[in-house]
């Protein structure tokens, strides 16, 4: 309504203007944010347990993972063969194969305890902690 006066303002030939004809992009401030993993195991290995995987949890592990690319992040999920949403066909476990993450249904499985320490998520890890 506000941009239906304002345009009536400029109807003579004496100028000219376009309505709504520019889109200008611009990038919103970084927030500064924080996230806490349910586990982190004795090996280096982060796990996040979800049953509802919704698209802000998704944002913000690919904004995790992009910041943080040495820490190892893996999923559990009570059901990963969920869709992301209704009208998608793609499930949990299609996300995580398609951005780079392991996971794993209902349970950590014993594979991931057993692993090695990865000495990189391990040092990526304690540098965090020091920084509390």
Known sequence: MCEQLVAYGYTSDEVEALYESLTIR???????????????LRNGI???SKGRFVTADR????????????????FVFSNSRTRISKQSQTTYADWCQHKGFQYADKYIPEA?????VNKQSLAALKRLLKEK
């Open 46 to 48: 982060v796990v996040e």
């Open 112 to 116: 991931w305890l057993d692993e090695p």
């Open 26 to 40: 611009y990038e919103r401030p970084a927030t500064p944010s924080r996230y806490t993993p349910d586990f982190v």
């Open 59 to 74: 944002k913000k592990h690919l904004l995790v993972k992009a910041q943080h690319p040495d820490i190892d992040i893996r």
